[in-house]
């Protein structure tokens, strides 16, 4: 199932820009490796000192000198010294900050690169961190969600994942398994006998109190899943009911092509709105009718495909037509079809009538949803229309206990695997089967909660994780 990690190029130097690419006051360029002192000394000259060498250096000591390559000098630099192994990646590693013009940068790296450094690969730096043992898997992957995090409660999420929360609990679970399984492979050594180190009752409840823990950090999924994406929000509805208007002015720009008429969303659109602490996936949907285009029926497939993924869907429709009511089978169907869903009537156009409020209660009367009146075009309603979405999202989540969040689908589904094998093994020492397939079960759960840590890992992963670092980190 799983493979030992392949080692990359051992130490070789490595050098990357740690800085958004642009035009800013500073920037900062890295090296990591073996020999990068030496790289280092070639290209640096410290003011007042042309005999220093970074080797001499002590490791978090900042000098300020100057870069030069072979035409001359290039920029003044602060260089920053981090002796093995204590240093981000536990290698030698100097940092310079720079004047942040992007020639300026691009001159520094090249003449790295030119000294004997190897351009990184993206995360090839927190790689090595994991690879040389200064973090878990686990961590690897905070640091990349922290970087990438767009909410508050994201953030938050991924420096408690990063400061090792979860490995710690993770580790533990692990560590009661491999107890477990040792004593079963002892037991396997002496099958003659027919003597039991751990009686099964014990086993038993051994399991049920493992189950227990990884349920609970099952179940945290759901909420961590929407603090790290945002809620699945999808704007639905008839053509014409105000949906790209809706988008637009949530977003605060022109998003979404607006027009009077019909079929004009082929396809959907999707942005992310950020309101107080929640974020939300706003999607836009092609109007749902019938007839039409061959290509607007595609979009509208498209639509009710999203719509079936989405954790809230606002359904609009345009409140000042005569047959505003005509919208509630399609709101029941919805409902019926969808029920992980939650659900707001968005009743639109209130300022072409003047029978709002009476059809609003109406409209709550036939669905049973919660309702906010507005007008998309004239901005109004939409605080109240806010503050719903929020409240609706807060009771997304599942209730649980787990101290910590599951963020990751990779975490969650190796967790459930890993319940699987400890269920099967449950079974097979009810059904008094052998000790060796009880085992093998065990094994397994040790194998897919090792995944998560990076204890059990193979090539594979480990480039599909880093490769969506940026590089430089």
């Known amino acids: 199932m799983t493979t030992s990690i392949i080692q990359p190029e051992q130490g070789y130097p490595i050098a990357a820009i740690a800085t958004p690419v642009g035009v800013a006051a500073l920037a900062v360029v890295r090296i990591s490796g073996k020999g990068v002192f030496d790289i280092a000394r ?41 002796r093995s192994p204590n240093s981000f990646t536990m290698e030698d590693m100097v940092e310079f900050s720079c004047h942040g013009g992007p020639v300026v940068v691009k001159h520094i790296l090249k003449v790295l690169l030119d000294e004997g450094c190897r351009l990184a690969e993206p995360g090839e730096f ?93 179940d945290s999924y759901q909420h961590g899943r929407l603090l790290k994406e945002g809620v699945a929000t999808v704007i639905a509805g008839r053509p014409n009911a105000g949906k790209s208007t809706l988008l637009n002015v949530l977003l605060g720009e022109e998003r979404s092509i607006v027009s009077h008429k019909p079929g004009t969303t082929r396809d959907y659109i999707e942005e992310c709105f950020l309101h107080e602490k929640t974020m939300f996936r706003l999607t836009d949907t092609a ?27 606002v359904y609009l429709l345009d409140i000042s037509l005569d047959d505003y009511l005509d919208e509630v089978s399609r709101i029941r169907e919805f409902l019926e079809q969808y029920p992980a869903a939650r659900m707001i009537v968005a009743a639109n156009k209130t300022d072409l009538t003047s029978e709002s409020t009476e059809r609003q209660q109406k409209l709550r009367a036939a669905t049973g949803c919660e309702v906010c009146g507005l007008s998309a075009f004239r901005g109004e309603g939409l605080d109240a229309l806010k503050r719903l979405m929020s409240s609706m999202a807060e009771g997304l989540d599942k209730q649980h206990e787990a101290s910590v969040l599951v963020t990751s689908l990779r975490h969650y589904e190796a967790l459930r695997n890993a319940s699987d094998a400890i269920d099967n093994a449950q079974v097979l020492i009810d059904t008094g089967s052998g000790t ?8 397994s759960a040790l194998e897919y909660i090792g995944e998560i840590t990076g204890k059990v890992v193979n090539e594979e992963i480990l480039n599909i994780i880093f490769e969506r670092f940026c590089i430089g980190k």
């Open 126 to 218: 927190t790689r090595r961190a994991f690879l040389n043992g200064r973090i878990d898997l686990l961590q690897a992957e905070a640091i990349g969600e922290m970087i990438h995090a767009r909410s508050e409660s994201a953030f938050r999420t991924a420096v408690t994942q990063m400061q090792g929360t979860l490995s710690l609990s993770l580790n533990a679970m692990r560590e009661r398994l491999l107890g477990s399984c040792a004593l079963l492979e002892l037991e396997l050594d002496f099958s003659e006998e027919e003597v039991e180190f751990q009686s099964r009752s014990q086993l038993q409840e051994e399991f049920r109190l493992l189950q227990g823990e990884l349920s609970r950090l099952i």
């Open 436 to 443: 060796e397939l009880v085992a093998f079960e065990l094994r």
């Open 42 to 82: 070639k290209v640096f000259r410290k003011k007042n000192n042309p005999k220093f060498r970074f080797e001499q250096s002590k490791g978090y000591k900042a000098h300020f000198g100057t870069i030069h390559d072979s035409e001359g000098l290039i920029d003044e630099v602060v260089a920053l010294v981090f």
């Open 287 to 313: 109007g749902l009718r019938e007839g039409g285009e061959e290509i607007e029926h595609e979009g509208i497939r498209r639509s009710y495909k999203k719509i079936s993924e989405a954790d809230l869907i």
